[in-house]
T-cell receptor, first 111, second 117 residues
Framework: GAGVSQSPSNKVTEKGKDVELRCDPISGHTALYWYRQSLGQGLEFLIYFQGNSAPDKSGLPSDRFSAERTGGSVSTLTIQRTQQEDSAVYLC?????????FGPGTRLTVT | AQSVTQLGSHVSVSEGALVLLRCNYSSSVPPYLFWYVQYPNQGLQLLLKYTSAATLVKGINGFEAEFKKSETSFHLTKPSAHMSDAAEYFCAVSPPMFSGGYNKLIFGAGTRLAVHP
């Protein structure tokens, strides 16, 4: 079956621009996560959505980062006024029972 | 608070040799533990998981790991390395679901495995 998909696969943006990254989870998965993978910080949790509950935003690094999940399915991670330190691979995962399934990631490069 | 330490950022083995990737965790409650593999330019794939059932866990591709509470370890092993095992491996911990805390994975820094002929 279809796995978690993310778009775009690569994004190059200029410093100061806003970007939106999209995640399509596996159908029927109620939990959705965003992680960031960067050279200096490894794999970091960003935000977690579970059904209609308030999201756990405890991993967002600054108020320039936000995410939403519409209709309990697709999620968008938005980074405003991008900085060079935002360059990383952004991974999305969805969960059924005990296992998180990861998408291929979006590689963001801020120039 | 939970944390994961992977000993050795790079491990190199010969094809056919034993693979041992080390992972130690810190957790105030009995954790769930995971090993993920990441091939170049790909996402993370679950190799195996420990969720408080059998302490010896068998995963895909011939990998297994043993949960040792006394040593707070969850080392990953494979008896005989294949060239195709070359990848980066991540150990991760999360609180168990019954504690209401299963909301994120805490990852180790990763171990890059190289397999040479």
């Amino acid at each position: 079956g279809a796995g978690v998909s993310q778009s775009p696969s690569n994004k190059v943006t200029e410093k100061g621009k806003d970007v939106e990254l999209r995640c399509d989870p596996i159908s029927g998965h109620t939990a959705l996560y965003w992680y960031r993978q960067s050279l200096g910080q490894g794999l970091e949790f960003l935000i977690y959505f579970q059904g209609n509950s308030a999201p756990d935003k405890s991993g967002l690094p600054s108020d320039r980062f936000s995410a939403e999940r519409t209709g309990g399915s697709v999620s968008t991670l938005t980074i405003q006024r991008t900085q060079q330190e935002d360059s990383a691979v952004y991974l999305c995962a969805s969960r059924l029972e005990g296992e998180q399934y990861f998408g291929p990631g979006t590689r963001l490069t801020v120039t | 608070a939970q944390s994961v330490t992977q000993l050795g950022s790079h491990v190199s083995v010969s094809e056919g040799a034993l693979v041992l990737l080390r992972c130690n965790y810190s957790s105030s409650v009995p954790p769930y533990l995971f090993w993920y593999v990441q091939y170049p330019n790909q996402g993370l794939q679950l190799l195996l998981k420990y969720t408080s059932a059998a302490t010896l866990v068998k995963g895909i591709n011939g990998f297994e790991a043993e949960f040792k509470k006394s040593e707070t370890s969850f080392h990953l092993t494979k008896p005989s390395a294949h060239m195709s095992d070359a990848a980066e491996y991540f150990c991760a911990v999360s609180p168990p679901m019954f504690s209401g805390g299963y909301n994120k994975l805490i990852f180790g820094a990763g171990t890059r495995l190289a397999v040479h002929p």
